[in-house]
């Protein structure tokens, strides 16, 4: 069923929430475009018009590691103090009330982490792009550290001081291996659900698109919330193709809302 307007949109959403007992939702760009981060794949987007540095040109060249950090840092200082939106804010409070076990996500922004959401709690699919790791010996390094270390250098990437291998922000770039771990687990999410919330997300880049598919396969009821149509519409138990953070803002819990800003549970 397409939700025909706002209203029942949110009727149908509070009734399949009611009665469901676990809910895995799984969140793409379209939750974060209120909060001022763009969707980079979306049309005029960033990556229509710099073709984003592939894994391998990243390991071949110091260059493309210097080119790597500089866009980085230019998008640190329009997107670094974005806040979660109502979406995000909405889906804390399902997981508050324990509706929720855990989050799926294609976003790299840390934003579910920011609205309360415990980290592990959080599978990222594609990473996290607000800290670094060591592609070696997997040390942690701050954003902050690389900076420092970058601009000291005259603008050169910065190498792992324990053991020089490159540090590379801690996402999943365009050919390089999806974590196993993280796919394990959003797998064990999705068939542990009766509904799965598909947010924002046109369920077209593997392996997003094989989520839904399989809660559905297992018995779950599928719900999708994204602007635009998805090649999963006619499964779905409901669609709705109006504003996300509209849509969800009625979910954010009146407690939760008193006692922000909480951290974790
Ligand atoms: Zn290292």
Redesign the pocket.
Known sequence: MIAPDLQTAIARLCDLIQTSEVIVPFTGAGISTECGIPDFRSPGGIWTRMAPIPFDAFMASQSARDESWRRRFAMQDQFGAAKPGRGHRALASLFRRGKSPGIVTQNIDNLHQASGIPHQCVVELHGNTTYAV??????RYELDWVREAFDKSGGRAP???????Y?KTATVSFGQAMPQHEMDRAQELTLACDLFLAIGSSLVVWPAAGFPLMAKRNGARLAILNRDPTEFDDIADLVVRQDIGTVLEPFIGVQDDKKEPRHGV
């Open positions: 060591c592609l070696d010996c997997a040390e190498d792992c001081p324990g053991c020089l291998g540090i």
